[in-house]
């Protein structure tokens, strides 16, 4: 078994590219703490390669991931192939799940929500670098707990911890 000390991002690759790009810079920033261990550095998916060979791209880095990142847009419930197939990987591995609102809604965006992610579990913040990094250090835990009693629904952050945050 693989030493899982990456984390997996899913996004649309279409539209929300930028706000992936970005948390790139904020994780090659030194001068930052926002860390990002990126399971997609693993090994490169082109474009004109066939569905099943990106699949088995996407499986190798998915081994090596302890955390699963979803960039939610605009048009990501929408999407057929590879984020709903990423969505239904990250359940069935039990990967903790944070769902990162790209127009900074700090609750749960029903709206936008996937269908497939509304009876698992999962944390929603929005796109702030310091939003992600807390979850990051801290839904992992609280995952484990809402698991171990068979917790599954959408949560997300009350305000006070924006607060305490500065956002």
Partial sequence: ????????VAFDGDEDMNYYR??????????????LNNAHDLNKSYDDSEEESI????RVRFANSKLFILLLGEHTKNLRKFVRWEIEVAIKLELPIIVVNIDKNKRVDSERFPTKLKTDLSISVPYYEKAIKYAMDNWPDSDAHHRKNNEKKMYY?????YDNLGL
């Fill in 22 to 35: 970005m948390i790139q810079a904020w994780a090659a920033n030194t001068h930052d703490d926002f860390k």
């Fill in 157 to 161: 952050y009350p305000d006070s911890v």
């Fill in 1 to 8: 078994m693989a030493y899982r000390n990456k984390v997996y």
């Fill in 55 to 58: 699949k088995k791209q996407l």
